[in-house]
């Protein structure tokens, strides 16, 4: 139904993202995939509700490869854990290897949001340099980019010497499976 009245509103001069915005929860019906219809057109709203779901799983301050990305941010995280072990990572020692486990995830989710939210905005060192409507979680957020902060010091350049990428834009493309731009 929800696909229908899509269908309905962009026939009508609807842009496709006004389109979205005009389905609500109510539309989706049971056996469709809402979060289908909400990924292919998402609105701030739905961005902003998928980033409430994001603070709610932060564990310490960072996120995980626990399955909640899965469901959140529909990654296929097997994927990404077995191409981080085709790298190497496990030969980092017990200890560097759950702490670069988790600022991997944590930096995916990070540039995932900046892709998705233009005015959250920081820079290479993560710094904070606008969060625009992520502002509501502003204290969780410079948690987070805190802690990546202080793993990336401790584990520095961990994506070259991995060797997923030139930046950690880059590295997140590798893992993600995402074509990388020539000369990145």
């Known amino acids: 139904m929800a696909i229908a009245k899509l269908k309905k509103l962009r026939e009508r001069k609807y842009g496709e993202r006004k389109a979205c915005r005009a389905l609500s929860a109510d539309d989706v019906e049971q056996g469709e995939s809402e979060d289908f219809v909400l ?10 509700r998928s980033l409430g779901d994001l603070v709610c799983v932060l564990n310490e301050g960072l996120w995980d490869f626990d399955g909640s990305l899965n469901t959140i941010l529909e990654l296929d ?10 790298a190497g990572i496990q030969s980092l020692g017990l200890k560097a290897y759950k702490e670069s486990m988790r600022l991997i995830a944590s930096i995916i989710v990070l540039i995932i949001l900046r892709e998705n939210l233009p005015d959250f905005m920081f820079d290479n060192t ?12 502003y204290r969780r957020m410079e948690l987070v980019l805190a802690n990546v902060r202080q793993l990336n010091s401790l584990h520095p350049c961990l994506y070259s010497r991995l060797e997923l990428g030139n930046t950690w834009t880059s590295a997140v493309d590798f893992c993600l499976d995402r074509p990388i731009p020539v000369g990145a």
């Open 39 to 48: 990924t292919k057109f998402p609105s701030k709203h739905q961005v902003m």
């Open 77 to 86: 995280e097997g994927s990404i854990i077995n191409r981080l072990h085709k």
């Open 126 to 137: 993560f710094h904070i340099r606008s969060l625009g409507s992520a502002g509501v979680y």
